[in-house]
């Protein structure tokens, strides 16, 4: 196709220079003042934090006075005067280890400080460093959310081993509560019983029983990865529902935050997730949460204090309600579990059906019902053939083979459709405006060419939406397929090839000491090199209708799709080069059939 930089050209690449100019106007304007509306929500929430508890390591003191018990209402409280009692300054830590990950204990608090994944695919790039899921945030998992008399006034922890110990904590209202950490050999899971005692003459009531839960930063935050895209989410499932709700932390609006992360029904689980990772909390499910709340932070990322970064980490808060202990009785357990790992799809569905939704593969929901089958069998062909590339490529190729029908169609539709332009454009011209045509004359003579045109399409049986529909209906699939490449975990630090680790750009040799707008860092990246070429030759390839100015915008769609793509994790990038080498070589095969199949009508003797 020649090709000429008439007028059209220079509309069409006027129009993209008007809207990259606008984008790169619009959009410091736009994150400047969506900075400050986060900067105003970071005020807003520090001026409204709650004072710290009691139950705060560093905390001095604290006034309790007995709770009076439902056989005592409306009765004469006992009378007991209010003590001070001094609140326990210094922790003490120990740790538990399996294959898997270790994590470390705070025992004044009784939760999880710290949790590093020991796999090597979960270690950090640049420093080959254990991720730490979380440290010391604003949330600990297993932490008691902060209530009256719950506060420490003596600890004994007692180790069992690499993988449980007990945590003994006598709180100021007089309660004793035992911890029992566990660990499973081969999990993410952290197993501990609640083992609560009442050895004073009266019954206690704790007026807001809460477990609170870790939050996840962002991945690359966490990680330092150069993530694609990313997403938190708040993510909790009702008692009875099967279903997991999710909620953007996000959203500005603090009250609706508050909205939709607060749960007044019980609930069989709660859980922060970030795009590669996972924290959650099971209550037992013959005592689940009576309610859950969403809890968040403002953050800024590693190195960085300009409020266009600053972002929420979501936590949650499982609460049993008012719980009375009862003098000298039995104790009362609760057994909570909390998984904090990777969200690898095998173990993530081990967890339940409802856990599901924390995998949140697909930015739009409605393509998660597909995403989830293509990681599934994404690791069904890496068990098969023992690599992620290969999987990749084999997994591409039979989604391709899949739609051969349906691309076959619209492949054979749109060569019909080029075949029938000598006749489109004698009717256009018959039918061709002239400048001394009235308005009725002007519309007499487009209803004539619509009707002339339907006539045509039927006699030579031809759909002139024969090309688009089959692509239409092609291309949820290819979105779902692009975010299962895009989410997968199991991807990160797996090398093919050249490809160092396919959730990252392949990049070969030292990147340029600058970056470019929508690029980023200049690097050379070969699949995304071949990708782009292929493009422009399957553009070549493609049967056209005889528009120039659709031609010529179509020539210009690699070059878009590489400004767009040159910094794309090299699993993506891999998934798109296999998938248009199978376009050109499918759109091949249909030339050469079309061409045997006119072969073989011209052989046959015509009838007399």
Not at 22 to 28: E, F
């Amino acid at each position: 196709m020649n090709f000429k930089f008439d007028k059209d050209t220079a509309l069409i690449v006027l129009v993209g220079c008007l809207l990259m100019g606008g984008w790169l106007i619009y959009m410091p304007k736009y994150q400047a003042k969506r900075a400050a509306e986060y900067q105003k929500m970071l005020e807003t929430t520090q001026q409204n934090a709650p004072a710290q508890q009691t139950n705060t390591p560093g905390a001095t003191s604290a006034t309790v006075q007995p709770a009076v018990t439902d056989a005592n209402a409306g009765q004469a409280a006992p009378e007991t005067a209010a003590e001070t009692v001094s609140a326990l300054k210094e922790t003490k830590t120990f740790t538990l280890e399996n294959k898997l990950f270790r994590v470390t204990v705070d025992g004044l608090t009784g939760s999880l400080s710290s949790a590093k994944l020991l796999d090597p695919r979960y270690k950090l790039k640049d420093s080959g460093e254990a991720i730490e899921l979380f440290r010391d945030g604003a949330y600990r998992t297993f932490e008691l959310k902060s209530a009256p008399g719950l506060v420490p006034v003596s600890l004994d922890v007692v180790e069992k081993g690499p993988l449980s110990a007990e945590v003994v904590r006598t709180f100021a209202n007089g309660l004793k509560l035992t911890q029992t950490f566990a660990l499973p050999e081969d999990n993410y899971m952290v197993v501990c019983e609640y083992a609560w005692t009442n050895p004073t003459s009266a019954a206690v009531t704790v007026d807001g029983l809460g477990v609170r839960l870790a939050g996840l930063p962002q991945v690359k935050d966490l990680t330092g990865d150069k993530v694609y895209s990313e997403r938190l989410n708040v993510d909790f499932c009702k008692v009875g529902s099967g279903m997991c709700d999710s909620a953007d932390p996000q959203v500005k609006s603090q009250e609706k935050f508050d909205k939709r992360t607060t749960c007044n029904v019980p609930v069989a689980w709660i859980g922060s997730s970030n795009k590669y990772f996972a924290s959650l909390l099971f209550a037992d499910d013959a005592k689940p949460f009576a309610s859950a709340f969403g809890e968040r932070v403002w953050n800024f990322p590693a190195g960085s204090t300009s409020e266009k970064d600053l972002y929420a980490v979501p936590s949650m808060t499982g609460d049993f309600g008012a719980v009375t202990f009862a003098p000298g009785a039995e104790p009362v357990k609760y057994l909570l579990k909390t998984y904090c790992g990777p969200k690898e799809m095998a173990r993530i569905r081990a967890l339940g059906s409802s856990v599901m939704g924390v995998m949140h593969i697909s930015y739009y929901s409605w393509f998660e019902f597909i995403a989830r089958p293509m990681v599934m069998l994404l690791n069904w062909l890496k068990g098969l053939c023992g690599s992620y590339g290969i999987a990749i490529i084999l997994l591409t190729l039979i989604v391709r083979i899949l739609f051969w029908p349906v691309t076959q169609k619209a492949n054979s539709s749109m060569r019909r459709m080029q075949k029938l332009q000598p006749k489109i454009k004698e009717l256009q011209e018959k039918y061709k405006e002239s400048p001394m045509d009235t308005q009725d004359d002007t519309a007499r003579k487009k209803a004539e060419l619509n009707q002339k045109m339907m006539e045509l399409y039927r006699t030579e049986k031809v759909n002139p939406l024969g090309g688009c529909l089959p692509v239409l209906l092609q291309i949820p699939v290819f979105i779902a397929l692009y975010s299962a490449l895009d989410s997968a975990v199991e991807l990160r630090n797996v090398p093919f090839l050249w490809c160092t680790d396919l959730s990252r750009p392949d990049l070969v040799g030292p990147t340029l000491p600058f970056a470019l707008p929508f690029i980023g860092q200049v690097g050379f990246h070969p699949l995304v090199i071949a990708m782009t070429a292929l493009m422009v030759l399957q553009q070549k390839m493609t049967p056209t209708t005889g528009d120039s100015a659709q031609q010529k915008m179509m020539m210009l769609m690699p070059v878009i799709m590489l400004f767009m793509f040159y910094n794309l994790p090299s699993g993506l990038t891999l998934y798109w080069t296999v998938s248009q080498i199978f376009s050109i070589l499918q759109m091949k095969y249909g030339q050469f059939a079309a061409k045997r199949d006119e072969a073989r009508q011209a052989s046959k003797p015509q009838k007399a």
